[in-house]
């Protein structure tokens, strides 16, 4: 599904975010991404998207080089991949269901899909009942799970979460984690960027850990600190 | 269609958040259409003139009222021999004072000619020419003459060509530098209230590219804002031209003089289209330059 191969990423001002990187990531699997802040889980992420480009090797997302897309075939590459931040990035002015069906509105859906597939993502995050709601009028949890729905009523092959509850309470957490082992359990490829350690540690899934740019460990059932 | 309706609410968003910018640009893009609009007509206008004086008579001998009719015969005969000349028209006072009349039936700017009692117009040779080139011979040859109590002037029609294609080409070059500052002053107006509608949707934009929006969505309502300008600054720059057409085609023609200057009958529907093409090319070229340099990462 995703493979990264001999990927290295160099800032303009010399400094390596990513270093000889090699992963191979099946589809259907899930996979925490740990290690410490600027060890490079972020631009590892956005090389997925095509936010970057690496310096040298290839990443190859569903068949596809990304370097090689021609700048019209980014969107389709992103509807494959959908991403989540720690800062949610929902918009204030709409509401939970028009946040999500502003994905599906801005790729050219319309009509009875639209409200179907709105639906169907947001009782799949467990938020049908505050459709209606704003985003400033939600919990922390609601609005990650919001931000979830959006990413999710593209039907994406990978879904990709950047420190998903970084600004979580403990118990918020658990609910965003279990929400996307149940995303993962329907079929689709899970790759989780975090340093919650508690968390790694509880679920035991594979952990790729990055250190100043480098993979320094790959392991199944893995736990966060060697 | 839910697609379609997002992109006009929200260019539609876009010009009335920020109604500053998009008054001002709005009315440098009036000002510099209405400088458009001035120009094609002005040049049109002198084109058809010059047109007009090159299929009309190209050399007149005004003659002399004391001049007997057997002396014009003679001058008219020796004019016809030149083996330049084609033609030799007699046009008689009355001749003159009638198709001043007819002119003036079409122009209600000229004023009441019945009221002129006696006829003050000269009757007059008009010669044209078979070769174009021999005219200023053919001129001064009869220039020759004057004074001798039949050829009292001779206009060389050429020459007012001449100045008039000076005139043209003058005008034509200054109103393309003026016309092309005008321009730039209204892109750079233009791309600079997209780019602040661009960046108060920042963060709509980051999302429509993270769920797979093609770059075409996301630059639409921009350009469709961009054509909003285009639209509305056509619209004050025609209302501004329905009002000061009259006065200025009046002064037009009082310094072309009285040449029957004609503009088409279309003319006036073709400019409007043009001034309405023009700022839609500029509003949407503008928003899509804007757009692209903002949005190439």
Redesign the interface.
Known sequence: MIALEDVSKRYPNGTYALRDIDLRIDAGEFVFNVGSSGAGKSTLNRLL?REELPTTGRVVVDGQDVARLA??EI?????KV??VFQDF?L?QTKTVFENVA??L???????RT?REESERALALVGLAQRRHHFPRELSGGEQQRTAMA??LV?RPRVLVADEPTGNLDPVTTWEIMKLLIRVNELGTTVIVATHNAEIVNALRRRVVHLDHGRIIRDEREGLYAA | ???VR?VLTAAWQGFSRNPVMSVASTLTVALMLLLFAFFVVTDRGLQSAIGLLESKVELVTYLSDDAKISQILDVKARIEKDPAVSRVDYVSKDDALRRLRELSANRADLGPIEEIGTNPLPASLEIKLAIAQESRRVADELRAEVGNGVITEVVDNPQVVDKLLTITRVLSVGGLVVLGMMLFVALFVIVNTIRIAVHARR??I??????????R??AAPFVIEGMLVGVFGAAIALAVLAVGSGPVTSTLVQFLDILPVSLGPNFLAQLALGVLGFALVMGAGGASISVRSQLSR
Do not use: C, S
């Open positions: 998207i700048r019209g969107p389709y590459l992103r509807r959908g991403i990035k918009l502003f994905a509105i801005v790729t050219g859906h319309d009509g639209l959006r990413a593209m | 269609m839910t697609r997002y963060d709509e980051e999302i429509m590219q993270l769920v797979g929006a093609t770059d969505l996301v």
